[in-house]
């Protein structure tokens, strides 16, 4: 008989359903059956009974129950296998030197834009399968605590052991975090400064994954502040995100009429300023973070721009070294 194994939830299976999260991992394991296993207890979610529309939530712990020879998980995005290069020589050292900090606990990095956070069916290189070369003196590989789409560059939170990866976890689900992003976005909004509270839910069909508002869907705030304007031509936003759904600022943004800059995905032809040369990649940058240290005071971290975002400030003449940083008298 197969063993009670625990697994932890991981930030790509965040707000998903209990049901499909086990439908992901355990194919072969019939509905009926773990119908069965939820009903009487079996199953649990940090070491309570739960229901199978629960969503889950990175960090948390499934208890699984023996499943006599179903016991062999599926990836955690459900897909096949995904293969993965392992870090060389010059890949480790360019990771390396994006370290921005780093103590016994955790280490912030400045993730490229381009680079995927986690594995799919056509990616074979993927910031998951290159965290060795981030060990450091640890004894264990370093784990992922949040993510960021592939796009997105910045500050991204990595726990140094299980124990660091829970607390760091259970820290982001409580909204003990501080994140601000940066993006540049076409036109200008008609507020400076406002808060965006505008629920959003996955989009069905042949769509990828993508979002739309959605009054039944899961909320979603995020506060915005326009730093600098080219005319009514683009903005600079700062962005501070309450809530974490997928792709939230972009669906944000283009609620407030601004697509960000190279987002043809949410804003068609409007994401683009014709007449110009300026980098067709999405202009979104995480620019901050900031949350508790296990033993007081705050990890903290600031990633300079991308050199694709660093080439649009000059374009449009942005400072990219304000005083004070946007949204910093911001409390949410």
Known sequence: MSPVVSITVEPAEADIRLDRWFKRRFPALP?????????????????????????????????????????????????????????DDRMATELRRRVLYRDGEALVIDKPAGLAVQGG???????????????????????????????????????RSAAAAARLAEAFRRKETRKIYWAAVVG???????????????????????????????????????????????????????????????????????????????????????GTELARQLHLHARSIGLPKAGGGTIAATAPLPEHMRKTWQFFGFDPNPEPEPLADIEP
């Open 188 to 274: 200008q909004p008609k507020l400076r400064h406002g808060r965006i509270d505008l629920a959003l839910s996955k989009q069905g069909g042949g769509h990828g994954e993508k979002v739309q508002p959605d009054e039944e869907g899961q909320r979603a705030v995020t506060y915005y502040s326009l730093v600098e304007h080219a005319g009514k031509r683009a903005s600079w936003l700062a962005l501070m995100p309450i809530t974490g759904r997928t792709h939230q600022l972009r669906a944000h943004c283009v609620a407030l009429g601004t697509p960000i800059l190279g987002d043809g995905k949410y804003g068609g032809q409007g994401a683009f300023v014709a």
């Open 31 to 87: 509905h009926g059956r773990l119908e069965k296993l939820l009903r009487t207890g079996q199953v649990r979610v940090d070491g309570k009974r739960a229901k199978a529309n629960l969503r889950l939530e990175s960090g948390q712990v499934v208890r699984v129950p023996p499943l006599d020879g179903l016991l062999t998980t599926a990836p955690a995005n459900g897909k096949a296998p995904a293969r993965v290069r392992p870090a």
């Open 121 to 159: 069916t056509s990616t074979d290189i993927h910031l998951d399968g290159l965290l060795d070369a981030l060990r450091f003196d640890a004894a264990e590989r370093p784990r992922l605590v949040h993510r960021l789409d592939k796009d997105t560059s910045g500050v991204l939170v990595l726990a």
